[in-house]
């Protein structure tokens, strides 16, 4: 243990990093050298054999992380929802560390459980839920969310499936999402003994909107051979394009068949904040459950997850136990038990960020945020066509994936990615590649997620793209008349 006056050096050191940090990341290159030698050898020689200062281990390791990380809160990182954490989140989280409340038992921590219960019936209520019945759990991520949703809809469907798991079954079940869902389905298809063929990956329309029709005849053609279609999944804001499926028009096949409707709205849940925005989202409050990270727009600091469901009994039946060791304080109180609803046993206080962060923000500072970031987007996909890019995704969110038009000819995956490394590699933007539709295209793919990217920030991207243009696109025209 440390004494007072270590204690109080390091506090003083840690607040000068923190805010030193969050005063300078724009003079930061948003992207590291991956040099992996370079890396071990700033640990090397830390075999823990002679004691470290405090204040001097502090320094070692907020030195190696500007040197070492990709600074996700960058005003210039157009990446994959990876938000500049928000002010009450860091406050929060080092509360948490210190006061370190257990989510396990009730009773244990029941002002923390209780913020977290406010929360979700907030959230609830904003996505349309009735409060009184809204509940739900927070997560590590969207990807527990959304293998609580999978387990949950199994337990829904399959009362013996808790017992006697998937062997009790008298049919396989399936389940759909769109092809340009998240790949954490897959994963949860894993671990929870589906198997990743029990994913039917639905074709998009020319929208990358998971194509009703399509949806439809595939559940007629498994019901016909003798598979149990299990869930729909809806992608509210798709990862690579940032779309959203026809949320309304699938939550109607799921009702007309009888299917658990679930949608990941792990980032696009965002829009549910902004008034303007919130009609995108039309028929989410018909869902049987939802994925949203606050760890992506709501810029909480990883990891925040939610999972909401408008069945209050369903947490319990899917996660609840009765043992012997967990403390009974709460007896006879009508409140519930973190541990009987989450995949989780210990657990950190996952809501306080959130909580903290909207005592301050209100949801109108939230609203502003993020208006302001789509029409950061907005700005972005207009200039890049006014520089000859051609952007091939439509979605009012602020993710713009875009090809070249000047060089329709080579636009190739080899010239997209070239031109993507050569952005990254200059240290003054982070953007990245995906692959978008049915046919995976390759396109290049930048999303405005820092609430810190202004007008100068998106402008400063297009002009790094347009020099990295000309530098590959005269490459690719030198290597092409060599081959000729
Ligand atoms: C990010 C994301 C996930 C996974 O969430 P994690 O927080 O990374 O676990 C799932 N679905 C969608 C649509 C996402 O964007």
């Not at 909480?300 to 369903?314: D, K, Q, S, V």
Request: proline residues 4%; hydrophobic residues 45%.
């Amino acid at each position: 243990m440390l004494n007072e006056q270590t204690r109080e050096e390091l506090w003083r050191r840690l607040i000068e990093v923190v805010e030193n940090y969050l005063t300078k990341i724009d003079t930061a290159r948003v992207a590291p050298e991956l040099d992996v030698e370079k890396i071990r050898g700033v640990l090397a020689g830390r075999d823990f054999a002679e004691p470290l200062g405090a204040v001097e281990s502090l320094d070692f390791v907020a030195d190696a992380m500007w040197r070492f990380q990709v600074h996700t809160g960058h005003p210039r990182y157009f990446g994959l929802f990876c938000p500049a954490s928000t002010t009450m989140g860091i406050a929060a989280d080092t509360l948490v560390a210190a006061f370190n409340p257990q989510l396990a038992a009730w009773s244990h921590s029941p002002f923390a459980a209780e913020v977290e219960r406010h929360v979700i019936r907030s959230f609830g209520q904003k996505f349309g839920y009735d409060p009184a019945l809204a509940d739900g759990v927070f997560t590590s991520g969207g990807s527990e969310a959304n293998h609580t949703a999978l387990l949950a809809a199994m337990t829904n469907e399959f009362p013996e499936f808790n017992e006697h798991g998937m062997r009790a079954l008298t049919a396989q079940p399936v389940f759909y999402v769109s092809s340009q869902g998240h790949h954490s389905f897959l994963k949860a298809a894993r671990a929870s003994g589906l198997g990743t063929a029990a994913v039917r990956e639905i074709p998009v329309d020319d929208e990358l909107r998971m194509n009703a029709g399509a949806l439809t005849e595939r559940i007629e053609r498994d019901r016909a051979e003798g598979f149990k279609p299990l869930m729909i999944v809806a992608t509210a804001g798709t990862t690579s394009s940032g779309v959203i499926d026809p949320i309304d028009e699938l939550a109607e096949v799921a009702a007309r068949e009888g299917i658990w409707f679930h949608v990941d709205a792990a980032w696009g849940g965002g829009a549910a904040f902004a008034p303007e925005l919130r009609a995108t989202l039309g028929g989410i409050e018909k869902a049987d459950s939802i994925t949203f990270d606050a760890h992506k727009w709501l810029s909480a600091p990883m990891g925040a997850g939610l999972f909401l469901t408008r069945h209050p009994e369903i947490l319990k039946r899917t996660f609840g136990m009765a043992t012997s060791y967990m403390p009974r304080d709460a007896a006879g109180l009508e409140v519930v038990d973190p541990f009987t609803h989450s995949i989780q046993w210990s657990r950190r206080f996952i809501g306080l960020k959130v909580f903290m962060s909207l005592l301050v923000a209100g949801w109108d500072g939230y609203a502003e945020a993020i208006r302001h970031q789509t029409a950061m987007g907005d700005r972005l996909r207009r200039r890049l066509q006014d520089s000859g890019w051609e952007v091939v995704n439509r979605t009012p969110l602020p993710v713009v994936c875009f090809v070249d038009r000047a060089l329709w000819e080579g636009a190739t995956a080899e010239y997209l990615e070239a031109v993507c490394k050569s952005v990254v590699a200059s240290g003054e933007a982070w953007l990245s590649i995906a692959r978008v539709g049915d046919d995976n295209k390759p396109v290049l793919r930048a999303g405005v997620t820092s609430y810190r990217t202004n007008v100068a920030d998106v402008d400063a991207l297009v002009e790094s793209l347009n020099r990295a243009r000309i530098r590959e696109g005269g490459r690719s025209a030198r290597n092409s008349s060599g081959a000729a």
